[in-house]
């Protein structure tokens, strides 16, 4: 097995483009329920989202394909960074 399989990682990402107002946030944490993943997420005054998301590098690629099918999402561009794990995290939130 890979890493990208099993090794757990968290991510802080801003996600840019038509992102608020369309159902993004309810479907990330949709697609994070489905896959296991856990973290949060916010709308950013700006017009941006970010969200911290925890699991494999394959749960979270899973996550971003399943939320790009979403009708009117659009993403122009994404900054992330890996960020030390959050041991006792349950669940995926709205923030």
Do not use: C, H
């Not at 899973?62 to 041991?87: C, H, R, Y």
């Amino acid at each position: 097995m890979s890493d990208y399989d099993s090794k757990v990682i968290r991510k802080a990402i801003t996600v840019y483009g038509f992102v608020q107002g369309v159902g993004f946030r309810y479907r990330t944490i949709y697609a994070a329920g489905l896959v296991g993943a856990t973290g949060w997420v916010r709308n950013n005054p700006d017009g941006s989202v970010s969200m911290e998301i925890q699991g494999t590098e394959e749960q979270i690629d899973k996550v971003f394909q399943m939320v790009e099918q979403g009708t009117f999402i659009s993403i122009d561009n994404m900054d992330a960074k890996e960020i030390p794990l959050a041991d006792d995290e349950r669940g995926f939130n709205v923030w």
